[in-house]
């Protein structure tokens, strides 16, 4: 094989291995059978297991030449995807598919013994015909099958040559190995992601399922959760966050857990129609203390805690559980702090009727470096004055 | 370079890809230089995130000579690792280190200006000479250091050739983005598995945060899911279960929900001394259902929620909410099933004592296939009588 080939499959080798996506190791590929073989176009065919069929990927040719974009869905009953499918040796070298060599498979006399393969071959003809392809070459790793590749005919006209085919060979197993690679880590990156929300929907659950026992604060948690993520978007945009993207994480299962201490509370209290009297209020002040010891055993929850534990405080060190002051308390706790106070002004409540979207926010910006934190006002105002 | 020495990089570097575990990747490496080169031994030393230092992984001689290892862990002020981090040259070829080079550095004069290199570089030798090292290959993938491979003296005695040094050099970079490859996949896999933690201690927290309302079964829930758990792998040794992992997973997280539902009963009717009237027990007997509405809208919980909505069932027919009977009831409830009732049977309630482990056994013997899925009896039976 030629050193220039040689070379080219090892840079492309290395090139591949450091990309974990599907479609750009597509494009990448591409464009190195076109940089590397003069053919008029080259496109590959990828297994795609949601859609349970074979999809044209990418397709292209350097005078614009390309496999007809309606042809770009073809199911494994296709005589193309059909052919290696039901050829395919396991162990063996990849076999190529070369419109010659199938004229004069056609031809040859043995191929009366076997109709079936004759139909297929000359279905596949066709097929190939359409692509304006004059070779296909399959995508094994091991007996795993993930595609093909199909190029147009050489700009030279000539028949591809050994050097070229052995070079198309090696490029598509490594290219089976990097597909391989790379959707094995599409799959964990999206079982992580599905995990993910698997939690966020779980604990929503659970925390609205908790809340339905105090029946005055239905939709509560939701919109806590809400308000917070549009806090928490605006600080960053005010570059008040550094990590933003895991406070974002943690804030929001501290929104959805703030309220995890009134389990504790008895129902009589939370659903009382009268207005409370002190020991009323001693035990609904426990519940962020309450929540912090339900959530502590989890290591991971730890600064999803400081949200629960601390929102109640006040900026001016008036509230509680533990009268922490200015900038002392937490910011995941402060914006949690906003959001819940907002909420509960502009809804009603046994013993009174709720805000206006107006009077609520000139009520917090009235406390802003009182009860609120100045940023987090500043952030909420500016989010919601749009 | 010689061609054996090419067709060994290609080899190892698709071996390499495939690979994804660090410790079974460096034993590769080892075996691929010790068969390549004629060298007395070679070590790898690896940067080990947990550790903070670098660790010598694997070290093989032919004859038995080894880096010794006492020797394992070093710090990156260890010369060997500040040499290249102090001298390697972003986007330049690796630095080798050859003990050679070394001494003929040291003997010229140019060293005498830089007085700092010239200690490290005595440190060096020293220590080199300790590993009995000829040379030190340091693995960079980009600016990122990896770690270092130390490789013995040629058996010849003879000095590294440049076909060797080059063979050296491509394979310790094809060897950092192997190592850097299987590091991302060990890194998805780590959080992949911390996320599935959390979200089950989360879980448990909650439910039993729930439970806590229901004074009397302090711990049942955490039980339930305990003997769920020994049931199931019984069920597994007996071949009763197909996907066994998925069925385990699905099963934990039912068991820690099956009375998730109670919520919806009012406390004063889970907590009550005397035995229950016929609308109480109308009212405890709707949390299955209830269950079954609070999970409903997570999509992924479908099978959690079968073990949440007929834990009641019976296999003939009398239980609820649906009067399922037989196989129509599914595994993973027929499970929590049998847990929950050996629980309620050997613990104490309001209305009546706890049995003895052997009363309880006796009793859920005497209710298979009427209650109770034999299968699981048999399965909770053969479990806890060893």
Redesign the interface.
Known sequence: MKITYRKEL?KA??RM??I?RTDTLIKLIIRTVLRCLKVSHAGIFLFDQQKKSYILTISQGKKGTKVPSGLIKISSESPLIKYFLTYHVPGHDNLFLITERIQSRLKSKKILESPEEKKLLEQLHQQLKVYKARIAIPIFFRDEFFGVFVLGEKKDKKSFGTDELTFLSILS??VA??I??AS??ED??I??E??????V???S???E??E??DHYTSGHTKRVVDYSMVIANQLRKMRKIRNWEEFTSHLRIAALLHD?GK??V??QILNKQESLNETEWASIKTHPLVGEG??S??K??NQVILGVKYHHERYDGEGYPQGLSGKKIPMIAAVISVADAYDAMTTERPYRKALTHDEAIAEIKKNSGVQFHPQVVNAFISAFSR
């Open positions: 090892e080798a290395r291995i450091l974990h197993s490594d190995m990097a391989r690679n094995l880590f964990l990156t079982q992580l599905k995990n993910q929300n698997l939690f929907q779980t604990i659950t659970l925390a399922a908790i339905a026992k995890i389990i504790g008895p129902e339900i959530l055993p989890i991971d929850l």
